[in-house]
């Protein structure tokens, strides 16, 4: 028997090799004899060059940059034998790096993100892949188009602050000054969500409450970087950016890159499985365990439980799916594909979130019994 083992992480308790350890553990009480392939994944989010560099040759680089509310942070990205330099915007802008009560995205920016761009270029990136999960920010990237060299300025020429605020004295869009080498080199932006900027469904309304705003201010973010979008055309040629899928994750974070550089949005999780060979490691599969943290009707919108799912049930392959929080009903209409919530009844959040690598263990312990029954 062959089983492939491919968890991303669930957030908060378990990362996606920690969740994939689960399942391995559970495998060989169950099944000893079965062969069993670990490949913990990602969608684009947090993790992602971890999960890439698992498939790569390269080195981890160190940089002190700016953290969401301007204090520096360390952090890191990935810079591939190849010349692939792999940025996750959430080692700079991460909901992580501010704590709750800190969080005010109409203040927060992507500069770190920017600062790690162009610190990957000079180290001698050859192609860019931005990684979008986790923002604290919504500034439509602005960070990321200051540190570029891009200047915004206001009705006086002078240039505003990279955050959302001070989008709102926007005026005009100077991308001249922008770093040469950025207008050519490919940059892959890859994301799990499939947002446009603005509107009932954009980066303001849907993720700004994550991030600390109220209904009020989700409102006037919203307006701002819509505004902000019109500019952006404008000033590239480039019409309806905000529009295209995928353009409101990370509030809007890609807009400059998609503007005046090289740039596409892509799959996250298409992205990490094709890196990963996928495909090759599913020939001759049995099985396949994946799971996360929630599962529910939005897996279906490009999140990475969904990408396993779809190219296992392409080569009729069954899979188990575990979740710490699981919305009913998902079965439904899903051929060959199994739902398990892992945390007993009654167990509180807190203990869920202590206990979640034995609660997986145990899930997926089960779940393979039943499976060999």
Same mark, same amino acid.
């Given at each position: 028997?062959?089983?492939?083992?491919?968890?991303?992480?669930f957030?908060?308790?378990?990362?996606?090799?920690?969740?994939?350890?689960?399942?391995?553990?559970?495998?060989?009480?169950?099944?000893?004899?079965?062969?069993?392939?670990?490949?913990?994944?990602?969608?684009?989010?947090?993790?992602a060059?971890?999960?890439?560099?698992?498939?790569?040759?390269g080195r981890?680089?160190?940089k002190?940059?700016?953290?969401?509310?301007?204090?520096?942070?360390?952090?890191?990205?990935?810079?591939?034998?190849?010349?692939?330099?792999?940025?996750e915007?959430?080692?700079?802008?991460?909901?992580?790096?501010?704590?709750?009560?800190?969080?005010?995205?109409?203040?927060?920016?992507?500069?770190g993100?920017?600062?790690?761009?162009?610190?990957?270029?000079?180290?001698?990136?050859?192609?860019?892949?931005?990684?979008?999960?986790?923002?604290?920010?919504?500034?439509?990237?602005a960070?990321?188009?200051?540190?570029?060299?891009?200047?915004? =300025?206001? +009705?006086e *020429? &002078?240039?505003?602050?990279?955050?959302?605020? #001070?989008?709102a004295?926007?005026?005009? $869009?100077?991308? %001249?000054?922008?770093?040469?080498?950025?207008?050519?080199?490919?940059?892959?932006?890859?994301c799990d969500?499939?947002?446009?900027?603005?509107?009932?469904?954009?980066?303001?309304?849907?993720?700004?409450?994550?991030?600390?705003?109220?209904?009020?201010?989700a409102?006037?973010?919203?307006?701002?970087?819509?505004?902000?979008?019109?500019l952006?055309s404008?000033?590239?040629?480039?019409?309806?950016?905000?529009?295209?899928?995928?353009?409101g994750?990370?509030?809007?974070?890609?807009?400059?890159?998609?503007a005046?550089?090289n740039?596409?949005?892509?799959?996250?999780?298409?992205?990490?499985?094709?890196?990963?060979?996928f495909?090759?490691?599913?020939?001759?599969?049995?099985?396949v =365990?994946? +799971?996360? *943290? &929630?599962?529910?009707?939005q897996t279906?919108? #490009?999140?990475?439980?969904?990408?396993? $799912?779809?190219? %296992?049930?392409?080569?009729?392959?069954?899979?188990?799916a575990?979740?710490?929080?699981?919305?009913?009903?998902?079965?439904?209409?899903?051929?060959?594909?199994?739902?398990f919530?892992?945390?007993?009844?009654?167990?509180?959040?807190?203990?869920?979130?202590?206990?979640?690598f034995?609660?997986?263990?145990?899930?997926c312990?089960k779940?393979?019994?039943?499976?060999?029954?």
């Open positions: 028997m062959k089983i492939i083992i491919a968890p991303d992480s957030k908060g308790s378990l990362s996606g090799q920690e969740a994939a350890e689960a399942m391995r553990l559970a495998i060989r009480a169950v099944f000893p004899e079965a062969e069993s392939v670990v490949l913990p994944i990602s969608d684009g989010g947090e993790g060059a971890q999960v890439l560099a698992s498939a790569l040759s981890f680089c160190q002190q940059v700016c953290g969401p509310y301007e204090k520096r942070v360390q952090a890191s990205y990935y810079l591939a034998e190849s010349g692939l330099g792999i940025v915007l959430a080692e700079a802008a991460g909901l992580t790096l501010a704590a709750q009560e800190e969080r005010r995205p109409l203040y927060s920016t992507t500069f993100v920017g600062e790690l761009l162009l610190d990957a270029v000079s180290n001698g990136a050859a192609q860019l892949c931005l990684t979008l999960g986790g923002s604290a920010t919504n500034d439509g990237g960070g990321i188009a200051k540190a570029l060299g891009i200047r915004l =300025l206001n +009705g *020429g &002078k240039e505003v602050e990279p955050n959302c605020a #001070g989008l004295e926007l005026a005009q $869009i100077d991308a %001249a000054p922008m770093r040469p080498e950025f207008r050519e080199i490919p940059i892959l932006i890859a969500v499939t947002n446009p900027l603005c509107g009932p469904e954009g980066a303001s309304h849907i993720y700004g409450p994550q991030k600390g705003a109220d209904a009020r201010m409102e006037r973010m919203d307006a701002i970087l819509a505004r902000y979008e019109r952006l404008a000033a590239s040629g480039k019409p309806s950016i905000g529009a295209l899928p995928g353009s994750a990370a509030g809007g974070a890609a807009l400059p890159l998609l005046f550089c740039a596409k949005i892509v799959s996250g999780i298409d992205l990490v499985l094709d890196t990963l060979e495909e090759r490691h599913l020939q001759g599969a049995d099985l =365990l994946t +799971g996360e *943290g &929630k599962i529910d009707g279906k919108y #490009g999140k990475a439980i969904e990408g396993i $799912i779809s190219r %296992a049930q392409k080569k009729h392959i069954p899979v188990c575990f979740a710490g929080i699981l919305e009913k009903g998902l079965d439904a209409g899903r051929h060959g594909v199994r739902f919530e892992i945390n007993p009844p009654g167990q509180s959040k807190e203990q869920s979130m202590r206990h979640a034995e609660n997986l263990r145990a899930s312990q779940a393979l019994k039943e499976v060999g029954a």
